[in-house]
């Protein structure tokens, strides 16, 4: 996680470790010509989220993009697809934000 989880700590705590861990792993693995990728989506539109997005709080969760939406679960695939492309071999260690501009960072 890119951003504090105040309701879940553990969670966001969880995602951090898992982005150090790919980056770890990137490192380690190139020279055996494995890549190793990340996508980290904001919400996404799935059973698990389902009550929360149809919940009090779900307005305010898609009204965090400037699309006014969550991602669907084909959007966050292809982003995943991305990092299976031959082409893709340098971007081995890359975090791919897949948030619908949710939320930034540079």
């Known amino acids: 996680a890119f951003r504090g989880e105040p309701d879940t700590p553990a969670y966001g705590a969880s995602k951090?470790?898992?982005?150090s861990l790919s980056q770890?792993?990137?490192?380690?693995?190139?020279p055996a010509g494995v890549v190793?990728?990340?996508?980290?989506p904001g919400f996404v539109e799935t059973d698990m989220a389902a009550a929360v997005l149809a919940g009090p709080r779900g307005d305010a969760i898609r009204g965090d993009s400037p699309f006014g939406r969550v991602a669907t679960v084909d959007e966050v695939a292809e982003a995943v697809l991305f990092f299976?492309?031959?082409n893709a071999k340098w971007c081995t260690g890359s975090i791919i934000d897949?948030?619908?501009?949710s939320y930034l960072r540079s």
Not at 24 to 30: F, K, V, Y
Not at 98 to 101: D, E, K, P, R, T
């Open 84 to 86: 299976t492309q031959p």
């Open 16 to 19: 951090a470790g898992l982005n």
């Open 36 to 40: 190793v990728g990340v996508v980290a």
């Open 98 to 101: 897949c948030n619908g501009a």
């Open 24 to 30: 770890s792993l990137a490192q380690a693995l190139a």
